[in-house]
């Protein structure tokens, strides 16, 4: 388990906690049902204030031994890696649009991106920069879309802002689904 958390504001600063569990009980009495409960410790092992040009989002620990944070900025869509120990940049690569959501494959060779600019959804392979396919699904409105990696990254899944469902083999072509299917 990871024992941290990463958070970003609106504000654009970026903090680091360690989360620790201590004690614990275990309580039934209004329900009767057993419920267990933890007591959590957050300690503070960094933060970086803002630098107000974007905000960032999509925060995702990565490497081995989860030793890096790639983080992505909605406005100026600029992708970074920093150092999870130390908070300090690694690499920054501009991914040439306004960024709605970006997932990271299990395999962390493939970043499915939300292109908020053009409206689609783009695959890069990961850590570049590079546009390696670009989906044709486009959005009309620019609101910000989900998407994900499943099957260990041999599918990605994203939704549209016409209530469809989009499966797209990471091998192979781009298949739709109707919502609710």
């Not at 040439?96 to 395999?107: E, K, V, Y």
């Not at 959804?121 to 499943?150: C, H, K, W």
Request: hydrophobic share 35%.
């Amino acid at each position: 388990m990871n024992k941290r958390l990463a958070l970003a504001s609106h504000g654009g600063t970026i903090k680091l906690y360690s989360v620790a569990t201590t004690g614990g009980f275990t309580s039934g009495l209004t329900t009767g049902i057993p419920t267990q409960y933890h007591i959590v410790d957050l300690t503070e092992l960094w933060t970086i204030r803002s630098t107000a040009d974007a905000i960032p989002i999509g925060l995702k620990f990565f490497g081995g031994g989860n030793q890096s944070i790639i983080l992505h900025k909605i406005e100026t869509g600029e992708m970074s890696c920093l150092d999870a120990q130390t908070s300090d940049q690694l690499w920054q690569k501009h991914m040439g649009c306004a960024i709605g959501h970006a997932a990271l494959s299990p395999r962390e060779d493939l970043m499915l991106v939300h292109n908020l600019t053009e409206g689609c959804f783009q695959m890069y392979r990961f850590p570049g920069s590079t546009n390696e396919d670009s989906l044709p699904v486009i959005s009309q409105r620019r609101v910000t879309i989900q998407g994900t990696f499943a099957e260990d990254g041999k599918l990605a899944i994203f939704g549209s802002d016409h209530d469809t469902v989009y499966l797209l083999s990471t091998d192979t072509t781009l298949q739709a689904t109707p919502r609710g299917t």
